[in-house]
């Protein structure tokens, strides 16, 4: 199938790794030009030559921290013409209420909930005067599967789907198409920490985190690539009708729910 996404341009933010990654270089293979910016400056360096061997010349970078005074302004300095925007960048620690404290709930949401929304408060009136734009937020399924082992970023996802849901139902009105993907477990260094600090709440010892496997759909996790094929599908224009909504792709776990 033809995307119709050739000459496309694309930022994807916490580009250097895990499902940014992925999703990077899916859309490297769909013809799109790349800005990507993360903090691991060396990471995205390997991850643009491993774009530009798919299209040379290709990929511009931007190595920094969202959460620095002015780095989203920079971005929008220099990529303000992009016509799809992934948020992807941020972490949220695990674990449950009184495990955390309020610096590190804060730190978390400031970089993934505060980062989605000024990143989307910086893009979105640009798309909007041009009369056309995509934003897509990877956000993930605790969100809508209420986790009170990973209570902050539950709460914080949540918050952005109803933040991608509120924005993308009037958005089309200019133009423009918001909305999110919530992936369940993808085999990412983040989801192995997350499950390792499962595993120590659950069973004392964090080297039983591939005990989890065993409940899952197939008996693995999604792969980033899956992810990022999704991400990329929504974003094209074979998606038009699509905004102002989350799909979920966790194997169908968050509909396992049972009053039985």
Same mark, same amino acid.
């Given at each position: 199938?033809?995307?119709?996404?050739?000459?496309?341009?694309?930022?994807?933010?916490?580009?250097?790794?895990?499902?940014?990654?992925?999703?990077a270089?899916?859309f490297?293979?769909?013809?799109?030009?790349?800005?990507?910016?993360?903090?691991?400056?060396a990471?995205?360096?390997?991850?643009?030559?491993?774009? +530009?061997?798919?299209?040379?010349?290709?990929?511009?970078?931007?190595?920094?921290?969202?959460?620095?005074?002015?780095?989203?302004d920079?971005?929008?300095?220099?990529?303000?013409?992009?016509?799809?925007?992934?948020n992807?960048?941020?972490?949220?620690p695990?674990g449950?209420?009184?495990?955390?404290?309020?610096?590190?709930?804060?730190?978390?949401? +400031?970089?993934?909930?505060?980062?989605?929304?000024?990143?989307?408060?910086? %893009?979105?009136?640009?798309?909007?005067?041009?009369?056309?734009?995509?934003?897509?937020?990877?956000?993930?399924?605790?969100?809508?599967?209420?986790?009170?082992?990973?209570?902050?970023?539950?709460?914080?996802?949540?918050?952005?789907?109803?933040?991608?849901?509120?924005l993308?139902?009037?958005?089309?009105?200019?133009?423009?198409?918001?909305?999110?993907?919530?992936?369940?477990p993808?085999?990412?260094?983040?989801?192995?920490?997350?499950?390792?600090?499962?595993?120590?709440?659950?069973?004392?010892?964090?080297?039983?985190?591939?005990? %989890?496997?065993?409940?899952?759909p197939?008996?693995?996790?999604?792969?980033?690539?899956?992810?990022?094929?999704?991400?990329?599908?929504?974003?094209?224009?074979?998606?038009?009708?699509?905004?102002?909504?989350?799909?979920?792709?966790?194997?169908?776990?968050?509909?396992?729910?049972?009053?039985?």
């Amino acid at each position: 199938m033809d995307l119709r996404l050739n000459g496309q341009k694309v930022l994807v933010t916490g580009a250097s790794q895990g499902i940014g990654r992925a999703t990077a270089i899916a859309f490297a293979e769909a013809g799109c030009r790349l800005h990507l910016t993360a903090r691991d400056a060396a990471s995205l360096a390997e991850l643009k030559a491993e774009c +530009e061997a798919i299209r040379p010349g290709s990929v511009t970078l931007h190595p920094m921290d969202l959460t620095d005074a002015g780095a989203v302004d920079t971005l929008v300095s220099r990529c303000a013409d992009i016509d799809i925007l992934v948020n992807n960048a941020g972490v949220i620690p695990s674990g449950p209420l009184d495990s955390i404290d309020e610096a590190a709930w804060r730190a978390g949401w +400031e970089l993934k909930v505060f980062g989605y929304i000024n990143m989307t408060r910086a %893009f979105l009136p640009l798309m909007k005067a041009r009369g056309s734009g995509v934003i897509v937020n990877d956000i993930g399924n605790s969100g809508q599967h209420f986790d009170h082992n990973y209570v902050a970023g539950s709460s914080g996802n949540a918050s952005l789907m109803a933040f991608t849901r509120a924005l993308g139902g009037r958005s089309l009105d200019h133009g423009v198409r918001v909305l999110a993907v919530n992936p369940g477990p993808v085999a990412t260094q983040r989801m192995i920490k997350i499950m390792k600090r499962r595993a120590v709440d659950l069973y004392g010892d964090d080297s039983r985190w591939q005990e %989890f496997y065993a409940s899952y759909p197939a008996g693995r996790p999604a792969t980033p690539e899956e992810v990022a094929d999704l991400i990329v599908f929504l974003a094209s224009p074979r998606a038009a009708y699509v905004t102002g909504t989350v799909v979920t792709i966790d194997g169908g776990i968050s509909s396992r729910d049972s009053i039985i």
